[in-house]
């Protein structure tokens, strides 16, 4: 069984005395988001885990359970995500020095294989032009060369929440590049040069679009040939079907829970209540073995 922890929310970041409280319980309880009377326990223990994937905008908190994961045989790597974006969409995630700071302490102390930086979504509108992203990512790719063998990319996706969400950002002008071949092709074009100047794969996340010329390789951030490379093990397991469609990951069990990550970005799927986001986080109890209260749930839409 394959851990996600998680897509729905920054464990590492916000919650990760509750997520070693359950790995030392030996199992964790959830709740379907669609339908809050659906609960089920999760088993945590060594044997029934055969790799946890983090996803995480600031690891630095875990950084001191590692070493208890590693003694008790756990098996790791993190999707870690560093956009340099402006406040305006990013209103409280951490400098992105402090957040690259954090990224090559963890490289150094598991190793850059196991650290996957994510420049995503990419979010094309008049406070981040093309220009700027390649500007962005030129900058961060340079900071990170040598603690990371692996770029993930992704173009934002417009979601009913997400779209109400950016309404909220003041004169703000959002295009969907995705529509746009000609600007497509040459932002990829560009993303991909740099990676590879900084000695990085580049793979895209649940893209739609392909570009027989220009295309960023389609990836799994899930990823069983990752797996089997980093960890020496062959998964019998099969694409995740409650995924896109475009998307590549192979089955996991996500741990985490909507409206619970308190980063503050606008243009996030899994956070669309931001101030019941932030009640939750306050309210959260570190020892239950749910990480939202039962009572605070709101149900996806």
Same mark, same amino acid.
């Given at each position: =069984? ?7 929310? !920054? ?22 988001? @669609? ?12 044997? $029934? ?8 905008? #600031?690891? @630095? ?5 590692? %070493?208890?994961?590693?003694? =008790?045989?756990?098996?790791?790597? *993190? ?22 700071? %954090? ?34 990512? +030129? ?15 992704? *173009?934002?996706? *417009? ?5 109400? %969400?950016?309404?909220?950002?003041? !004169? ?7 529509? #746009? ?6 932002? +990829? ?6 990676? /590879?100047?900084?000695? =990085?794969?580049? @793979? +895209? ?5 392909? $570009?027989?010329?220009? !295309? ?7 990823? /069983? ?5 980093? *960890? ?9 079907? %409650? ?8 089955? +996991?069990? !996500?741990?985490?829970?909507? #409206? ?16 019941? /986001? ?11 073995? @749910? ?11």
């Amino acid at each position: =069984m394959i851990i996600s922890a998680s897509r729905r929310t !920054d464990i590492p970041a916000f919650y990760s005395d509750w997520f070693m409280n359950r790995i030392k319980a030996g199992f964790v309880m959830t709740r379907n988001p @669609f339908n809050s009377k659906q609960i089920r326990q999760i088993s945590l223990l060594p044997a $029934d885990v055969d790799v946890i994937v983090f996803w995480t905008r #600031n690891a @630095f908190p875990m950084l001191k359970h590692l %070493n208890l994961l590693d003694e =008790m045989g756990y098996r790791y790597y *993190f999707q870690y995500t560093i956009t340099g974006y402006p406040r305006a969409l990013e209103t409280t995630t951490l400098h992105p020095l402090k957040a690259i700071d %954090n990224f090559i302490k963890l490289s150094q102390q598991i190793g850059k294989e196991k650290v996957i930086w994510r420049y995503d979504p990419i979010l094309l509108c008049n406070l981040l032009p093309a220009e700027e992203h390649i500007r962005l990512f +030129s900058r961060i790719a340079g900071l990170l060369r040598g603690y990371t063998t692996r770029v993930v990319v992704s *173009f934002a996706d *417009f979601y009913k929440k997400t779209e109400r %969400n950016l309404r909220g950002v003041g !004169d703000l002008t959002v295009s969907d590049i995705t529509q #746009n071949r000609e600007q497509y092709s040459e932002l +990829s074009k560009a993303l991909s040069q740099i990676a /590879a100047a900084h000695e =990085m794969e580049i @793979f +895209s996340c649940s893209e739609k679009v392909i $570009d027989p010329e220009h !295309d960023i390789p389609h990836g799994a951030c899930i990823d /069983a040939a990752l797996i089997e490379k980093l *960890f020496h093990l062959h998964l019998s397991v099969k694409k995740d079907k %409650n995924q896109r469609t475009e998307c590549l990951c192979v089955q +996991s069990v !996500d741990i985490g829970a909507y #409206n619970t990550c308190v980063h503050g970005c606008q243009y996030c799927y899994a956070t669309y209540h931001h101030q019941q /986001a932030v009640r939750n986080y306050k309210q959260h109890d570190p020892d239950s073995p @749910f990480l939202l209260n039962p009572a605070e749930l709101i149900p996806v839409r």
